[in-house]
């Protein structure tokens, strides 16, 4: 198995549904900034939001364990190999994220 890189690339913010359904004072993601890096495999990352790892676990499980990566895209969805763009599940202030298969070797917690 290997590491999985995940990059914020954007925290974004639904202005239209924040805005009818949103508390005051409504802003995009607290716990994730644009840029931040994570590595991960069949666990979640420490400091990673767990609602977002909820949303995309699967898609980092599949990169770490070298899927079949025709299978994987089906050919109608990300042109580069071993590259997935995911986001949270949070419908006012998704998170966008790129995941990137690695060639760093996930080593078992030893704890």
């Known amino acids: 198995m290997k590491k999985v890189k995940i990059t914020v690339l954007k925290t974004t913010k639904q202005e239209?549904?924040?805005?009818?359904?949103?508390?005051?004072?409504?802003?995009t993601c607290p716990l994730l900034k644009e840029g931040e890096i994570f590595y991960a495999d069949y666990a979640k990352p420490e400091g990673?939001?767990?609602?977002?790892?909820?949303?995309?676990y699967q898609y980092v499980f599949a990169l770490a364990h070298g899927v079949d990566e025709?299978?994987?895209?089906?050919?109608?969805?990300?042109?580069?190999?071993?590259?997935?763009?995911?986001?949270c599940n949070d419908g006012l202030r998704p998170v966008i994220?790129?995941?990137?298969?690695?060639?760093i070797i996930s080593e078992p917690n030893k704890e």
């Open 70 to 87: 025709n299978l994987f895209y089906y050919n109608d969805w990300i042109r580069k190999p071993g590259v997935a763009i995911v986001c």
């Open 97 to 103: 994220f790129k995941l990137e298969k690695t060639d």
């Open 48 to 56: 990673f939001c767990d609602e977002a790892w909820k949303a995309i």
């Open 16 to 27: 239209d549904l924040a805005e009818e359904y949103g508390i005051e004072n409504f802003s």
